[in-house]
């Protein structure tokens, strides 16, 4: 049905597509698959018309097309579910729905043929809101079955869905892939982009790998596996599950009594020097809550902490960073990095003070320490006067872990470090989570990824709805164990 | 676009817009450009010192995030209150020019601070703040004076010998030049500087690696003050009165000039010396257009044709380099 030959793209220096083929055919579901980076999303965009492409060309049902816009790809019958939703918070969701489609007419709005138009839209994605309430009010399971609702409204034959299950919750996923096997016997053509293998393995008929910006491998989802598809995706051999050698110190890093914020409720917990304990949870459990408690950024209600013997009670970052704790924010784009500035001035933005003289900076004091950390971190660069929005996602990431490195903290609470990076840097990032703690450091090491954790850490604290569900060691933890704490339904 | 080229865009526009003057000036009586007479030339610098003062710090502003459109109410609360201070003010003592200059100099700083704590604490947008802050003082202004010019007298009045001193051409030029300096040194070089491009470029980053983000604020909008005060001061000199309504849509010239040096309104970008460089341009075009006795209304709707076109050039610019 649809045809992509030889798609290029790129950004500036950067490729993010080199010659990537594809076809889409009616009632398939077919997987597009590739770790961050590798293209997955920019092939989606430029079949959607939001991006367009350098070269190669596309044909839907054996003409060739050009889909400049995303009313072309509309008018051609393809409909995309952003992993970012192009929705729009102070409309409702009848109107988010009815804004771009073709049978509304824009001058006069009849609301009950809009409600009656998108009932059973809403209906077919099992959302019980009412078409009138407003979208900023639902949260983001719910507005992301919108997005699906609005693209299933336009009929469209090929449907692309981007990470569509990133946000819901387990009992909203299934549906959502009972969904698109409906979908998928109507007829149409679905590309189905994720990282979740094992919901890709339930639901698609082919899957596609891509590998930084390449075609790696077409395949009948049922000639191949998991571990097939992750190897191709890698390209290498990786050992997840070589453990951490280190042992902790007896010394008391932090110690942490009753902490209670508006999110937090009476954390307890211990962590020795050198010790790694991992802080698992779902999205919303508190983790970054609790980070970021520690950190000075959230008043606490009640609690008494210790940090390396001492009371610890910051009333802001800059004082927890006098405490030597650093805190690695979750969102590196948004709470870490000056995407326009330099490396070297996103590196040292956290010790300019100890940095300069009466106000002045020492320049050369800096690039020299900076250089040195960033040697350290491994960060892959071509200059550290480029911007560092210039630099892979891995690579921003050791530029922040330098930042803070930088300020010689003793207990530093890492959310998420990895999220974002790829395979290599994953690695690197480990290494130096491994050695710090090696070199007596406490880290405090929150992830989604339970692997991870069970890779790096030596205990693992699992958080659910703000308070502490339970810690367990490492070695004689099971990811169902993780997951029953993590989702409610025990407590140790 | 190579670095170093892409680097001196605005010093090319500059050129550009210098050499466009050369060709279209008319030509004197013996035949030489008038556009290039050392007495326009520095004409000009000395037309542009009171926009380019105001103009330093507002791109200090404008990089931290925010804007400050009070400036131009404070250039005529600045020049009255001197004013009155220097024709009513009966005071003996020595030195009572410098008194009076810090006085006005001191309150606008104040005027600077209060919008600073307004933007920084109270978290109102900058926009809306220094609106306010615009409104309100130009009403101080007129209120103080009754709506009156106040006049500087003539002769050996103390007034008189200020205006004499704070008129004079090389003396203004020179403060401007000196300012730039000081601006492009405190931007470049200074941990504040540092701290003013991080908090205008990503707040929440700056907040979660410990950055002050509201002294820093608060400073960029003190300076804005004090700027602004010394230019009321000069025009005040220059005119020879204290009119409190002078200084009118002073905040945007002074905002294009930064937005044609290419500083852009979001925040955490910005050079001063673009912001010289645009304060320039502005200036050398308006003499153009005046010695070509172009109609002033005209000139204004050429002068928005030329904002327009500059900012464009700089989008084409940036979306080539992506």
């Given amino acids: 049905m649809l045809e992509c030959k030889d798609i290029r793209k790129h950004y500036g220096g950067v490729y993010a597509l080199r010659g990537v083929d594809f076809s889409i055919r009616p009632g398939e579901v077919h997987a597009l698959c590739g770790e961050n980076g590798a293209g997955k999303s920019t092939l989606a965009r430029i079949i959607a018309g939001v991006t367009r492409a350098d070269g190669g060309q596309i044909t839907l049902d054996g003409q060739a097309v050009t889909i400049a816009h995303p009313a072309r790809a509309r008018a051609l019958g393809i409909g995309i579910v952003f992993q970012e939703l192009d929705l729009f918070k102070h409309l409702t969701i009848a109107e988010n729905i009815a804004l771009a489609h073709p049978d509304f007419p824009r001058s006069r709005v009849d609301r009950a043929a809009l409600d009656a138009f998108c009932r059973p839209y809403l209906e077919r994605v099992g959302l019980d809101f009412s078409p009138r309430s407003m979208l900023g009010g639902l949260g983001l399971a719910a507005a992301q079955l919108v997005a699906i609702a609005r693209a299933l409204s336009m009929r469209a034959k090929i449907l692309l869905l981007d990470e569509p299950t990133s946000s819901l919750t387990e009992e909203a996923a299934e549906r959502l892939l009972g969904l698109v096997r409906e979908i998928r016997q109507s007829g149409a053509g679905i590309v189905y982009v994720s990282h979740k293998m094992k919901e890709i393995f339930r639901i698609a008929d082919r899957v596609t790998v891509l590998r930084d910006g390449r075609h790696i491998s077409t395949m009948p989802a049922a ?41 937090l409720k009476k954390i307890s917990f211990a962590a020795r020097r050198g010790e790694i304990l991992g802080v698992a949870g779902l999205v919303g459990s508190g983790r970054s809550s609790l980070g970021q408690a520690l950190f000075g950024l959230h008043e606490w209600t009640a609690g008494q902490v210790d940090c390396l013997g001492k009371n610890y009670r910051p009333r802001s970052p800059r004082e927890a960073m006098r405490s030597r704790f650093a805190y690695l924010a979750e ?4 709470e870490g990095l000056f995407l326009n500035t330099s490396i070297r001035h996103n590196a040292s933005a956290a010790i300019l003070p100890a940095l300069s003289r009466g106000g002045w900076i020492r320049g050369a004091r800096e690039k020299a320490l900076v250089r040195e ?120 | 676009m190579k670095p170093w080229l892409s680097r001196f865009q605005s010093g090319i526009g500059l050129l550009l817009v210098f050499i466009l003057a050369v060709l279209f000036s008319p030509h004197a009586r013996d035949g030489s450009i008038i556009f290039l007479n050392l007495g326009n030339l520095s004409d000009v610098l000395r037309q542009q010192a009171e926009i380019g003062i105001i103009a330093l710090a507002m791109t200090l502003v404008i990089i931290s995030g925010g804007i400050d459109l009070s400036v131009g109410s404070i250039v005529a609360f600045s020049a009255s209150l001197l004013a009155m201070l220097l024709v009513r003010w009966n005071g003996a003592g020595p030195s009572r020019e410098a008194i009076a200059m810090a006085a006005a100099i001191g309150a606008c700083a104040l005027i600077g601070m209060v919008n600073g704590v307004i933007v920084a604490r109270l978290r109102i947008q900058p926009f809306i703040v220094t609106l306010s802050a615009m409104i309100a003082i130009r009403g101080l202004a007129r209120w103080m004076t009754n709506n009156n010019n106040i006049d500087f007298g003539f002769g050996q009045d103390l007034s008189a010998r200020f205006a004499a001193l704070f008129s004079d051409k090389l003396l203004v030029i020179l403060l401007w030049a000196i300012l730039s300096v000081i601006f492009y040194l405190l931007l470049e070089y200074t941990l504040f500087g540092r701290y003013l491009r991080a908090v205008g470029e990503n707040e929440k980053a700056a907040r979660f690696t410990g950055l002050p983000i509201a002294r820093v604020k608060l400073a960029a909008y003190i300076l804005s003050g004090l700027a602004a005060g010394l230019a009321g001061v000069l025009h005040a000199a220059r005119s020879h009165q204290g009119n409190p309504n002078d200084g009118v849509a002073y905040e945007l010239d002074a905002i294009a000039a930064v937005v044609i040096g290419g500083t852009p309104l979001s925040g955490g970008q910005g050079s001063i010396a673009g912001t010289v460089v645009g304060t320039l341009i502005m200036g050398i075009l308006t003499n153009l257009l005046r010695l070509r006795l172009i109609d002033a209304n005209l000139e204004l709707m050429i002068k928005a044709v030329i904002i327009i076109a500059a900012v464009w050039m700089q989008s084409v610019r940036k979306s080539s380099k992506a």
């Fill in chain 1, 223 to 263: 000639e191949t596996s998991i571990e097939e598809t992750i190897r191709l995706m890698v390209g290498r051999e990786i050992d997840l599950l070589s453990r951490v050698e280190s042992a902790p110190k007896e010394e008391c890093g932090l110690r942490v009594n009753d902490l209670s914020t508006r999110r």
């Fill in chain 1, 331 to 334: 969102d590196r784009r948004s």
């Fill in chain 1, 373 to 492: 950390e960033l040697a350290r971190t491994r960060t892959k660069m071509a200059g550290d006067t480029l911007p560092v929005s210039a630099l892979s996602g891995g690579n921003q990431q050791k530029v922040l872990l330098a930042k803070w490195l930088l300020t010689g903290p003793e207990v530093l609470f890492l959310d998420d470090p990895t999220r974002g990076v790829d395979i290599g840097a994953k690695e690197d990032i480990y290494q130096m989570i491994e050695a710090l703690a090696a070199k007596g450091k406490t880290i405090l090491f929150a992830s989604s990824e339970l692997l991870e954790l069970q890779r790096c850490s030596h205990r693992i604290m699992v958080m659910c709805e703000g308070r502490c569900a339970g810690i367990l060691e490492t070695a004689a933890s099971s990811q169902e164990q993780i997951m029953t704490l993590a989702t409610g339904q025990a407590s140790l």
